[in-house]
């Protein structure tokens, strides 16, 4: 969510189930509001927050030339310093998913998971990973199957740069209530043609990106409209706490996660 826009969003994230409170939004604002200044930033966004035992890890992203690749991520439990994640590797990534106990909110704490699928002599069968790469891993986790926009809020230019829209005007009610009309915020992992193939309206600059309505298993996400239809609402039940919301015909629309980084794997079975 724009940092700048926290006391407009707040109404929206509130009345569902989240709570974002005055204290929070005047700290968050302050402090990242410096650390776009401190690193020239062109957008900063609060990502959300993830639950510790000792102190919850609050979370930033900060955008620069391109908005899909140029991302940098920062954490803290202080509002005092960010400290930037590291790049995830696919081997946290997968760790991730194995860990259950809770995160302890000391980045520095290494911690042992065990990985079944390995053998017994295996040595990688039970790595060390450092919490700050299990926070990097989580996270990307989440952005890759969960980071979403609206269509139209992220833009292809002709050069092939990436950029946030500056002029989005929303989408319409009818739009709205589709999930073709959302778009996962993330390097595209199908074919360049897939929305060519199920839109009439297609349009590259705008979807060139996942849409969501590919997601596996059919239902994985949640749309809901509140406001007699004039805010719609998307969850995904992979992962619980996700939360994404848009004020139709406007350009308000957020992202918020908001949990324990825990991914329930048993959706499948469930829907």
């Known amino acids: 969510m724009n940092i700048h826009k926290l006391w407009e969003y707040k109404e929206y994230v509130n009345v569902n189930g989240m709570m974002l409170s005055s204290e929070l939004i005047s700290l968050l604002h302050n402090s990242l509001t410096m650390l776009q200044v401190e690193n020239h930033f062109l957008h900063v966004q609060y990502w959300g927050q993830l639950y510790a035992l000792d102190a919850d890890y609050h979370i930033a992203v900060g955008i620069n030339r391109d908005a899909l690749t140029d991302r940098k991520y920062y954490y803290t439990t202080d509002f005092k310093f960010w ?5 995830s590797k696919k081997k946290y990534k997968h760790l ?6 809770p995160f302890s909110g000391d980045p520095s704490l290494k911690i042992k998971v065990l990985d079944e699928a390995l053998d017994e002599n295996n040595p990688d ?5 450092k919490e700050e790469s299990r926070l990097a891993a989580t996270i990307s986790n989440i952005c890759d199957e969960a980071g979403i926009c609206a269509r139209g809020q992220i833009l292809k230019q002709p050069d092939g740069t990436i950029v946030i829209n500056p002029n989005y005007y929303g989408l319409t009610g009818s739009e709205a209530k589709l999930l073709k009309s959302y778009l996962h915020i993330r390097t595209p992992q199908h ?3 897939t929305n060519l193939l199920t839109r009439q309206d297609y349009n590259y600059s705008m979807d060139f990106l996942d849409s969501i309505d590919q997601d596996i298993p059919s239902g994985c996400w949640n749309l ?4 007699n239809g004039s805010v719609v609402y998307l969850k995904s039940l992979y992962w619980p706490g996700m939360m ?11 992202f918020l996660y908001v949990g324990n980084g825990r991914k329930n794997l048993d959706v499948p079975f469930l829907l």
């Open 83 to 87: 400290g930037l994640l590291p790049k």
């Open 96 to 101: 991730a998913l194995l860990t259950t106990y």
């Open 125 to 129: 069968r039970c790595p060390v990973m």
């Open 191 to 193: 074919r360049w043609n």
């Open 224 to 227: 809901s409209l509140e406001q």
């Open 244 to 254: 994404y919301f848009h004020k139709v015909r406007t350009p308000e629309a957020g």
